[in-house]
């Protein structure tokens, strides 16, 4: 058995999943460097985006979301979808209405 | 058992199964979260979470960025290790498995360390679950993920004890190894996702 080789069983090889642990890494240590930098109303944003890709990367390549079947990915995305529209909603309405919170 | 189970999609019910259970632990998780937002911007007495003047009074600032960032590398690590395990498990690779098996579960074991370690320093500066609304919300949240790291290291805990009695890998044991992996991989997505809104994010 070869490990570098690609078989019908794996999707990716041992070095591909190296390279993507030291991406995560790296991305990691980008989010915290950011994080000490007064960028002022970009930080948001930029945090979201990096925390998405690391997020999409471990769905996608270690959970193996990308080379499975699309009804998995559908009820996956559904859920992960509507988890983040309640949040931003609850979010949202109690920014909007500060007072909801102290009742 | 040795054959597939698969249901009318053609995917294996097991793992669909597992998928399905995720699906639902993210909204769980997003429920959580969403929470935690909406008291962090709004609490009316000290410990704090980020440094802060009330008063003309300064409060610092209960969370440790870099020992949470240390925790979160632990974690991301321990999912590589798990997915080299689960290449094992597909490749037949008895003893690449054990290892990587082995591997994740002392991550898992040293991120659940972090967890304590963090949880006492907090309760010795004087949060605790009833203190205020960002003690109530953190510790539930962090405290359920790490229930859900917790029982993933007891599930690859006796996933090794069964490989242990094992000459060869079946592909069974492959499938519950596949299986558990996406468990692990959801409990780091989860925490890809609360370093950055609890830790990372300043209001």
Known sequence: MNNEHNTDNNHLTIKQYLKIGLLLTVITFLELIISYIDIGFLLVPILLILSG??????????????????????????????????????????????????? | MSEQIHSVTGIDSRKLLMWIFLASDCLFFGALISTYLIFKGNIPNPPYPTDRIVNGEFFHGLLNIPLTSASTFVLLMSSVAMVLAVYGAQNNNLKMMKGWLLSTIVLGIAFLLFQVYEFRHFLHEGLGLSTNQFGASFYLMTGFHGVHVGIGVIILISLLFGSFRRNSLGKETGFHIETAGLYWHFVDIVWIIIFTIVYLMPY
Do not use: G, Q, W
């Open chain 1, 53 to 103: 890709v690391k997020f999409v990367i471990v769905v996608a390549y270690f959970m193996h979301l990308k080379f499975e079947d699309i009804l998995i990915s559908k009820i996956f995305t559904f859920a992960f979808v509507l988890a983040s529209c309640i949040l931003l909603a609850l979010v949202s309405l109690f920014i909007y209405d500060p007072s909801i919170s102290n009742r």
